[in-house]
């Protein structure tokens, strides 16, 4: 697992002859630090790290309130047609994404919000992936926790907001982590929506160092190192959380 990550460090501090030699070189001769310095010349590196930032913020604030809405609904609340609704919403689940992509330009297009940051942020804020996970958590619960709220006079959003959601919080850390992943790493949508510098995110920006016929591997491998490093840092932190969410997604 930890290869990959080895390989990428040591080749952006390689030259490109190095890069491209066969057999590979592991093990540069000189450290070329100079290819950190040719990301920053290359690419308004912070800008994109700012965009991505924003957009993953907003994201996974977006799935974390809305998902967990809807879940809580299809979980404890009885109205018609609450398990065909459910059932639709999971179809989503069954469809590449990719089919919704020309629905979704179009939608753009209509708004016009091309070259613009709630273009990539708005369709990202709810998931059937996180609704469904949430609606297990919240099934678990016991009821007569809920009984007890509404004998105290509790309607269904305070329900929701101040019993509920503190107890689904080992799926709110999953579905948060799992959000902030796939927001941060996001390529096909950001590049189809925004071509503007002032608006790219980190993983369109450094697609655009990997030309038709020369790709400066040195370069665009520093661009992905410093473009992950807040990943890592953040797998290191929650590492406990990012295993425990994955292994309660499982069993759930």
């Known amino acids: 697992m930890v290869f990959p990550f080895i390989w990428m460090i040591l080749t952006s501090l390689k030259t ?11 093990i540069p001769k000189n450290f070329q630090w100079v290819n950190y310095k040719d990301v920053f010349d290359l ?3 912070f800008k994109f790290m700012f965009n991505t930032l924003i957009i993953t913020v907003i994201r996974t604030g977006g799935q974390l309130l809305l998902c967990s809405l809807a879940a809580y609904a299809f979980a404890r609340i009885e109205f018609p047609g609450r398990n065909f609704l459910f059932l639709i919403a999971l179809s989503v689940l069954m469809v590449p994404g ?27 804020l709810f998931s059937a992936f996180g609704t469904f996970l949430l609606r297990q958590f919240f099934m678990g619960l016991p009821k007569e926790l809920e009984e007890a709220a509404r004998l105290d006079g509790c309607n269904h959003f305070q329900i929701y907001w101040r019993i509920m959601l503190p107890l689904a919080k080992p799926g709110l850390v999953a579905l948060g982590i799992f959000t902030t992943l796939w927001s941060w790493n996001e390529l096909m ?4 929506v925004n071509s503007s510098p002032d608006t790219m995110t980190l993983s369109v920006g450094l697609s655009s ?43 759930k």
């Open 16 to 26: 490109y002859a190095e890069s491209i030699h066969v057999p590979p070189v592991f």
């Open 43 to 45: 690419l308004p590196f």
């Open 98 to 124: 990719q089919v919704f992509l020309l629905p979704q330009y179009m939608i753009m297009v209509k708004l016009g919000w091309l070259n613009t940051l709630q273009a990539v942020v708005v369709p990202g």
């Open 189 to 192: 949508w950001p590049m189809i």
């Open 209 to 251: 160092l990997q030309g038709q016929y020369l790709t400066n591997y040195p370069v665009l491998m520093a661009g992905s190192f410093l473009a992950i490093l807040p990943m890592l840092i953040l797998f290191m932190i929650l590492q406990k959380q990012f295993i425990e969410g994955i292994a309660i997604t499982g069993s």
